[in-house]
């Protein structure tokens, strides 16, 4: 493993969907259609009292990214890395613009110069943290630009020495939040470690795949599948695709990159799909991706009668790997599930 997840913070999504994304949701947090740092979808935390929480296999040490901004300029705790509820590395945003680094217990570990953030300008923030009473570490990058590099520090207070989630705190200054990625250091280059200020953009189905043989249709006309999961904002009941035949297999074609000028590097593609499952027997759903005429499967998850998220990351093209996606190859790529 080495990405854990990747969110674009509102594109496609809508408030009531924060809690199907997220793992733990407090306060008001709000999705806007247009607050993005690329006039797209981003969540805002206006009041200290709104949290995200995303959480993930516990590590020692983590690596986060995110792009944020901040409307007036009030000391904001951007990201708390947390063992349960223990905060052990809080990377803050000064009322100066400074980048401060302290541990969970308040100890200030490091201070920038100010003047580095801008109110009402977006930046890109993201950091490297390694757990440890007497060895951890802490280096943060500012738009690519390295800012904090921290050794043989204490950050650690208290728990095991790990982390398994990552707290983002709303502001009054409106914290406002996009492309925000998470990965680990387990995996290969160039997936294992800061990647650069990064985009994350959403696209939805454009039309059915090669294969389309889920037998049930809300609405039955037209007798397309992928009009009934192209929804901007998720509509649950009414319209869908579904099926209880093992190995019945959906699959669609994604809208190609909105990404002008190109795309330098691709680090990683994620599935989502927001399933349930009907009644009291067991289903379950296998995450599927076709690339260069060939399918290739995900990791199977049961589903619940509730309409939840289930999501698959593919840190490189599994048609060409280990060679990192191109963007004709996600493109190209046809996207969707299988029933087990």
């Known amino acids: 493993m080495s990405l854990v997840y990747l969110d674009c913070c509102g594109d496609f999504y809508s408030t009531a969907e924060l809690s199907k994304r997220w793992d733990v949701v407090s306060g008001t947090p709000t999705v806007g259609p247009t607050i993005g740092r690329r006039d797209g979808g981003g969540i805002l935390l206006s009041a200290t009292s709104a949290r995200l929480e995303k959480q993930y296999p516990a590590l020692a040490t983590m690596v986060a990214g995110i792009a944020f901004k901040l409307d007036s300029m009030v000391a904001t705790d951007l990201l708390t890395f947390r063992e349960g509820s223990i905060n052990h590395v809080v990377i803050r945003v000064t009322n100066t613009g400074a980048i401060e680094v302290l541990n969970g217990d308040g100890t200030q570990l490091a201070i920038s110069s100010a003047g580095l953030v801008f109110a009402g300008f977006y930046s ?91 037998g049930t249709l809300k609405p039955s006309s ?46 990683g593609v994620q599935l989502n799909h927001l399933s349930r499952k009907d009644g009291i027997t067991a289903r379950i759903f ?55």
């Open 222 to 267: 037209p007798t397309t599948s992928f009009d009934k999961v192209d929804d901007p904002t998720p509509d649950d009941d009414a319209t869908y695709v579904a099926s209880g035949v093992a190995l019945a297999l959906e699959l669609f074609d994604m809208a190609d990159l909105p990404v002008p000028g190109g795309v330098s590097a691709i680090h």
């Open 286 to 340: 296998t995450p599927k991706v076709r690339s260069g005429g060939t399918n290739y499967s995900g990791a199977s998850a049961p589903l619940t009668t509730s309409y939840l998220y289930y999501r698959e990351l593919w840190d490189d093209d599994p048609d060409t790997g280990p060679s990192l996606w191109t963007e004709a190859g996600v493109n190209a790529a046809e996207f969707g599930v299988e029933v087990v």
């Open 124 to 214: 890109y923030l993201e950091a490297t943290v390694t757990i440890s009473n007497a060895s951890g570490v802490v280096t943060v990058d500012l738009n690519s630009t390295n800012i904090h590099t921290l050794t043989s520090e204490d950050t650690q207070n208290g728990g095991t020495a790990v982390t398994d989630n990552i707290e983002i705190e709303g502001s009054p200054g409106n914290l406002t939040i996009d492309d925000f990625y998470v990965l680990d250091t387990t995996g290969s280059a160039p997936q294992n470690t800061r990647l650069g200020d990064t985009a994350v953009w959403g696209i939805l189905p454009q039309g059915d795949g090669t294969t389309n043989s889920f």
